[in-house]
């Protein structure tokens, strides 16, 4: 290859990419490094399509290349700053917007992002300041406050969701896709009607969204109406809107509902459909499992998954909550411990794993699997509450008061919680009910407390 060439290869690699011709793309970026291994852009690039392939381990390692080339390489800062948002990471994302704004002011998608940064840190009016800045450079951006919105929604603030949410419909800049976002905020505020026509608003500008109605029953279904949540959620399928996963939703819905035979069906048709699909019977097992108790049906659904190799990583999380749940907590923990180390995103599975177990009277068991995701930092708001009740219950009142305080810390306007598995609740309890439980055993504590000294101060008299 020719010296000074790289530019044209890189050119090449540029075109073929806005012809959506990856693969020739990856190749032309490819020769650029082969003729000039420090051209920069073109690690950036093949960080982007890696990206695009879901290769997130090998996309940030070609996005750290070109930093190392260019440490102030504004696309490879970037991006590295979106991974960073998604996985929680704000201060690095932070670092790497502002980095990029310092040198580029008018960078919009940078700014929206540090937005989104700024909310997820709870600092909100820096978050708005932001979207305004970006909504005076361009009229053509959208949903900035509706993704500020979400992100209150996400700690079950919904009047404060709906607050900023509904500024972007006001000023005509909600998209279709978070306006079904929209439509859940209104239905978890009991507006369903609102709801609806913000739904058929949606589906009216776009024909591919699917699953709004489906999202809007699944809040009836967390109210264990299931008969309303099917209602809605039947009008996604009936209108052939309705994801392969909504679909496995629908039929764990019928289960509830006591229509066993419909929910094979479903699934039968889905599996038939798509040869994709995973974790279709795994799903109906637990439906079985959380509506009637009943273990040998969540087997017998786990093994059928297993004969089809359908099982994913959800699967085989359910896989291992029957594993516990039969004694053998040896090969579930093995089983679980694998999954984590794969996959650092997942929550709550060994939490998953102890509840049947303290339901089933084996208390130290069980909270010993809920400490280990505490300690391991896989501990959801969710089971952070379950873990605080259940800490409460025997007395362990600092422990309790901690967590709680955790959950309060982002869910301040909570005030009820479901105890146990959140489609099935043991019981809903309120946020004043809880309190009163863990000063009880701050109470309780206490006087213990007091009668041990006061015991030990006699033993030192009579001494």
């Known amino acids: 290859m020719n010296e000074g060439s790289e530019w044209i290869h890189y050119g090449a690699g540029m075109v073929y990419m806005r012809k959506q011709c990856y693969k020739d793309a990856a190749n032309e970026f490819h020769k650029t490094l082969d003729i000039n291994p420090s ?105 900035g406050f509706a993704r500020l919105g979400w992100i209150k929604a996400a700690t079950k603030d919904w009047p404060g969701a709906l607050k900023l949410m509904t500024r972007d419909l006001k000023s005509e800049r909600l998209s279709p896709t978070l306006q079904l976002n929209l439509a859940r905020v209104y239905g978890h505020l009991g507006d369903f009607e609102t709801a609806v026509d913000l739904i058929e608003e949606a589906y009216s500008q776009n024909k591919s969204l699917k699953d709004g109605y489906a999202k809007l029953g699944w809040i009836k279904a967390e109210s264990q109406d299931w008969i309303s949540a099917f209602g809605f959620m039947i009008k996604d399928y009936e209108k052939g809107r309705m994801s392969s996963k909504w679909q496995i939703n629908l039929s764990m819905i019928q289960i509830f509902k006591g229509e066993y035979e419909g929910s094979v069906k ?54 291992a909550i029957a594993m516990s749940i039969h004694g053998k907590l040896i090969p579930a923990r093995i089983l679980m411990d694998t999954l984590y180390s794969e996959n650092s995103f997942l929550r709550d599975g060994f939490a998953l794993m102890g509840w049947p177990l303290i339901e089933k009277g084996k208390l130290k068991a069980g909270i010993t699997l809920i400490e280990k995701d505490y300690r391991l930092n896989r501990l959801s708001h969710i089971w952070k509450i379950n873990y605080a009740y259940q800490l409460a219950k025997i007395g362990q009142a600092q422990k309790a008061r901690a ?53 030990h101060e006699d033993n030192r008299i009579w001494r």
């Open 266 to 319: 479903l699934i039968e048709a889905l599996y038939t459909d798509d040869k994709r699909v995973t974790d279709g019977y795994a799903r109906m097992g637990w439906a079985h499992f959380l509506s009637s108790g009943n273990e040998q049906k969540l087997e017998f659904f786990i093994e059928k998954d297993v004969r089809l190799d359908r099982l994913s990583v959800e699967g085989k999380i359910i896989s």
């Open 403 to 455: 967590l709680f305080n955790e959950v309060m810390q982002v869910e301040n306007s909570r005030q009820e919680f479901c105890i146990g598995f959140q489609l099935k609740p043991s019981k809903i309890i309120k946020k004043s009910d809880l309190i009163q439980m863990i000063e009880n055993a701050e109470r309780f504590h206490c006087c213990r407390h007091r009668e041990r000294n006061d015991e």
């Open 39 to 143: 051209y920069a852009n073109s690690y950036v690039q093949l960080g982007i399509l890696n990206k695009k392939n879901g290769e997130k381990y090998a996309a940030k390692c070609f996005f750290n290349e070109a930093l190392k080339l260019d440490p102030e390489n504004e696309e490879a800062n970037f991006q590295l700053g979106l991974y960073s948002l998604v996985d929680g990471e704000l201060d690095d994302a932070k670092k790497r917007i502002s980095l990029i704004l310092k040198s580029n002011p008018l960078h919009i998608e940078a700014k929206i992002n540090l937005a989104v940064v700024f909310g997820r840190k709870g600092d909100f009016v820096q978050g708005q300041a932001l979207i305004e800045d970006v909504y005076a450079l361009s009229r053509t951006h959208r949903d």
